[in-house]
């Protein structure tokens, strides 16, 4: 019987005590997501022979490498949170997944026998997001996280009912750490647990999972072979390794070797070779093969380094099969490098897949998404059926960072290009009339008339390069300012000065004559709390850590007022009525952890938050106080939104655009299921 034979006999759910209530999309939210484009960054991936699963945002994608130069994309489906990790065994795939909130998660089990039309036979509820999955001899187990938590972990053993009226049966362990992923050899779970060690527990007996041994160290990730063990563990002080230990009696492994590999994070064991993933530099990839058939000798075979200057490259996950290897990452879909049995590993293809979504610009009908690796997403908002995104012949902008749209010119940081300026007459086919380098990758573009502020990461601070824009094909750089700018309006720029150090503060600068700027703000708001709350990713960067400086999240001018979001800092209200002088009116701290951004009108912003993900509605009370009325969760991170009418569009970092629909905001509300944090 394979492992999966019994599971594919049950459609079943999880027993009470672990079965949260699914809260449905109700008419009563406010705000209420109308229409989703899911697609992001592959995190997870798994390969076998010919065939590659990778999660891309909130979409299974089933992918075809028999012919790695060529990859296609054969099938996907959309299951509504954030894909983690993905087992196939035989016919039937199994997904951990789950929105990075202190709210369930979701184990799914899929029959991927026609790739084309992947169909999913069941769903388990997790009381935490899942994060790691792993198949047993007829369970399943898998990890679950708490995002507010990173010491505070979970593995649940589920074992399917006899039929699919009757419950599974349900075992369940805590543990220190985050589980980062899971393995079984033989009858042992192997457990990664992120950045505190590895458990070892022994399954022999279903319904039973009894600790054997707990190996302390920063564990990233490991592999188990056979009675062979291989830990992927950081350190402090001593060089970064690969551990290999002895396990044929797990409650008292035996160290064989180390081998030294700088800030690795993925291993996997195919026969006599090693891959190893890591990351040695900052947003770098590195690719190592070693020989492992004598594991108390470990050498090295070859190694391969990828990346780019356009970009940040983080690496999620490592998946190997038939000497193809998967490596997924923050730039856009699995990358594909072929180990031949003579020669070099070679970078030979990729899956065409969007990367970070982290910002949006609005002009007409047309929706601008910076996206990442991807360039500029294009989506035409004039028909009845929401988002549609436009295929365009080839990618444009760079590795788009920010977008800012005037008529028919859109403005792109292009991170490492300078700027791009595209011509979208046709935004079914972009033109590049002008590119502008600049002094320092940028990553912020503001537009104001004939202007436009550049943002430029050039050291351990900011500064904003000024260009005349009057010709768009032909920008000129006039001058330049301290401090990232946010946002100008009637003459003034008001720029991010927050430092290192985490203070934070919003500079006014008078820029009515933008060649010659002012040499001094004319005022300068300090705040607290502009970090990112510390989520829990310790040294685990991730792609929507692109700006990882203490900073102000976002400014948002309406109506006279403006709306600054500081991370942890909460939300402030700024009376404008003195644009060279704005005072902080009124504060709503507490909100959640990590704010990002605003799209507002003069009485009511819509805050991005990361955790938990989604988008806060806090109005102005009558008394000129704030108030929070109603919160909706959202996949993938909100980093940018944009208000048009009563939509607002929000770039959702990990997963695509959501459309949310303002109209039936009326009055207080806090919807069933929000957490506070």
Request: include cysteine; charge should be negative; glycine fraction near 10%.
């Amino acid at each position: 019987m394979s492992h999966s034979s019994r599971l594919a006999l049950t459609v079943s759910t999880l027993i009470a005590a672990f079965l949260l209530p699914v809260v449905a999309a109700a008419a009563e939210q406010c705000p209420q997501v109308v229409d989703r484009w899911p697609a992001g960054p592959a995190d997870a991936v798994f390969t076998r022979t010919g065939r590659a699963y990778f999660g891309s945002g909130t979409v299974l994608t089933i992918g075809d490498v028999s012919v790695p130069s060529s990859p296609v994309v054969l099938g996907e489906i959309d299951l509504g949170l954030l894909i983690h990790d993905v087992v196939v065994d035989g016919q039937d795939a199994f997904v951990a997944a789950g929105n990075m909130v202190a709210e369930p998660g979701t184990v799914f089990w899929l029959d991927v026998t026609d790739p084309a039309a992947p169909v999913v036979v069941a769903a388990w509820q997790t009381p935490l997001p899942a994060r790691s999955i792993a198949v047993g001899d007829e369970v399943l187990f898998t990890g679950l996280v708490d995002p507010i938590d990173p010491g505070h972990g979970m593995i649940l053993e589920i074992e399917p009912g006899a039929s699919p009226s009757s419950p599974p049966r349900i075992t369940s362990v805590e543990i220190a750490g985050w589980p980062e992923r899971l393995k079984v050899a033989e009858e042992t779970l192997w457990v990664a647990e992120l950045g505190t060690g590895a458990r070892g527990f022994d399954v022999a007996e279903q319904g039973q999972l009894v600790e054997l041994i707990h190996l302390s160290g920063n564990v990233r990730d490991l592999d188990a072979v056979d009675e062979l063990l291989y830990l992927a563990e950081w350190r402090d002080d001593d060089p970064d390794v690969l551990r290999i230990l002895d396990v044929a009696d797990p409650s008292q492994p035996v160290a064989l070797s180390e081998y030294r590999a700088d800030k690795l994070r993925k291993v996997r064991i195919v026969g006599p070779t090693a891959y190893l993933a890591s990351s040695p530099v900052e947003s770098s990839i590195r690719l190592e093969l070693v020989d492992v058939s004598d594991p108390s000798d470990p050498r090295r075979e070859d190694v391969l380094s990828l990346g780019s200057l356009r970009g940040e490259a983080f690496l999620h996950d490592l998946a190997v099969a038939n000497r193809i290897v998967c490596i997924s990452n923050s730039r856009g879909g699995p990358w594909l490098v072929e180990d031949p049995p003579t020669g070099e590993p070679r970078l030979v293809g990729s899956f065409s897949t969007p990367g970070v979504t982290e910002a949006a610009a609005l002009s007409g009908e047309l929706l601008a998404v910076a996206g990442g690796e991807s360039g500029l997403l294009l989506f035409d908002l004039a028909g009845a059926h929401g988002l549609v995104p436009l295929t365009l012949p080839e990618a444009v902008g760079g590795f788009a960072k920010d977008v800012a749209i005037a008529g028919d010119v859109a403005y792109v940081a292009s991170w490492r290009d300078g700027v791009v300026v595209l011509d979208l007459t046709d935004s079914r086919a972009p033109v590049e009339i002008a590119r502008v380098a600049t002094d320092g990758p940028c990553y912020r573009v503001v537009l104001d008339g004939d202007h436009l502020y550049a943002t430029l990461a050039t050291g351990p601070y900011v500064s904003t390069a000024i260009f005349d824009v009057s010709d768009p094909a032909a920008p000129s750089q006039v001058s330049e300012l301290q401090g990232g700018v946010l946002a100008v309006a009637e003459g003034y720029a008001y720029s991010d000065w927050s430092d290192w150090a985490g203070r934070c503060a919003l500079a006014t600068w008078d820029v009515s004559d933008p060649q010659q700027p002012a040499a001094q703000p004319s005022r300068i708001n300090f705040f607290g709390g502009c970090d990112r709350c510390g989520l829990p990713w310790p040294d685990y960067p991730r792609s929507y850590e692109l700006q990882p400086h203490r900073a102000i999240s976002g400014l948002t001018l309406a109506g006279g007022r403006g709306w600054v979001s500081l991370g942890a800092g909460g939300l402030h209200l700024l009376d404008m009525s003195d644009p060279a002088s704005p005072d902080v009116v009124a504060a709503l701290a507490g909100l959640a952890c990590g704010t990002s951004a605003t799209a507002a009108d003069r009485d009511a912003a819509y805050v991005a938050t990361a955790a938990p993900s989604g988008l806060l509605r806090v109005v102005v009370s009558p008394d000129g106080g704030l108030r929070e009325t109603g919160f909706i969760e959202l996949p993938g991170y909100p980093a940018d939104a944009v208000l048009a009418g009563t939509i607002i569009y929000t770039a959702d970092l990990t997963a695509g655009v959501s459309a949310l629909d303002i109209a039936a905001c009326h009055g207080p509300l806090r919807p069933t299921g929000r957490r506070t944090p």
